[in-house]
């Protein structure tokens, strides 16, 4: 049996409430740092790497709260412990913009998905979202909160390489399967849950902990889906339009181009008001953050520049940079560049992480 401790509560903070609202939350396992994007990832945690301006998971609870269309009680974030104090002021941050409680649980051993959420079993109670703070969606439907489950799923081309759900004539999950080597189903689950009962789910997964029920050496939530499955509960898919993935430098770079595109297509003004232009050009769709000053200067299409940044004599198309960083005599496409980076050259598809030099 497994001695299953969960790490102790560090912050719970409160926001101002609206005087009613139903018992949703949130939980965000996002203790993994993102190795494959290093190195980005080395001084910051994935999930907080700004897309378009605003963090991955700021993203992914704001779509999700669009979705749910209900408050939201309580977003838990489950972080390494190593991710400091810093990390856990901004993700609170953003839990009180969307006026719901912040809370940080920690998970330091990676033992799998199922351990993850268990360690914020404290507030598995009520309808809760379970997303995994590495991906991005965009869907125009409404949760149906009648059945038991739903699995946020999205049609693909190569199903072998995802987790997919096979479903019966009535449109219900009799299946989960994980990387099938025959087809079997092309709707494969991106990682958001909704579970009408934060109890069920708790009680299932603390039985995997307690019985020592692995697959790899690690508690996988989908055993726990599948008991749920065969004790009669009802699980439906919820089908999402877009899936943008945030996995590594190329992938990152793609989504921050895409959701540039629809946040343009909205109507969402992504240009900052100050920004200082000197002979300079900006192709939308660009988010452009507070502070920044071009001079002879092309930016866009699809390209992120964060609060600060200085960009002289240089190109940037289709590209992601962070805050307060330097760029000049740069020719840039299908570029990553971290923050408080000085960067002079003629590279073209770059990576650099924070606080480097290139001159």
């Not at 739903?150 to 081309?157: A, L, R, S």
Request: aromatic content about 8%.
């Amino acid at each position: 049996m497994l001695n299953f401790e969960v790490s102790p509560l560090q912050h719970s903070f409160f926001s101002v409430q609206h005087s009613t609202f139903n018992n949703m939350k949130i939980i965000v396992p996002m203790a993994g740092r993102g190795s494959r994007l290093r190195p980005h990832t080395l001084t910051v945690p994935k999930p907080l790497i700004p897309i378009a301006g605003k963090p991955i998971v700021h993203r992914l609870v704001e779509d999700i709260a669009n979705v749910i269309n209900q408050e939201i009680e309580e977003i838990a974030f489950i972080i390494h412990e190593d991710f400091g104090v810093q990390v856990e002021k901004d993700l609170i941050a953003i839990a009180e913009k969307l006026g719901s409680k912040g809370t940080i649980y920690y998970q330091n051993q990676a033992l799998g998905t199922a351990h993850a959420i268990m360690c914020a079993k404290e507030s598995m109670s009520g309808p809760i979202v379970v997303a995994y703070a590495d991906t991005l969606f965009r869907a125009d439907f409404t949760l149906d909160t009648s059945a038991d489950s739903v699995i946020w799923v999205k049609q693909v081309e190569d199903p072998s390489a995802f987790g997919v759900v096979q479903l019966n004539e009535s449109n219900q999950i009799v299946d989960f399967v994980e990387k099938p080597k025959d087809f079997v189903s092309d709707l494969a689950i991106i990682g958001i849950y909704y579970f009408k009962s934060g109890e069920a789910l708790r009680d299932e997964l603390q039985y995997l902990l307690d019985n020592n029920v692995v697959k790899g050496g690690e508690y996988q939530l989908t055993d726990g889906l599948e008991n749920m499955k065969v004790k009669g509960l009802k699980f439906v898919p919820g089908k999402v339009d877009e899936w943008m993935d945030c996995g590594n430098k190329n992938v990152t770079v793609e989504t921050n181009s895409r959701m540039l595109n629809f946040l343009h297509n909205d109507g969402e003004h992504l240009v900052d008001y100050d920004v200082k232009l000197e002979n300079s050009t900006i192709i939308p769709p660009c988010y452009i953050g507070p502070d920044v000053i071009l001079v002879n200067a092309t930016v866009g299409p699809n390209v992120s520049l964060g609060k600060g940044c200085h960009v002289i004599d240089s190109t940037i198309k289709n590209s992601l940079v962070q805050n307060n960083s330097h760029i000049k005599n740069a020719s840039l496409d299908n570029a990553m560049i971290g923050s408080h980076v000085n960067y002079n050259g003629q590279f073209t598809s770059v990576s650099i992480g924070d606080y480097s030099v290139l001159e």
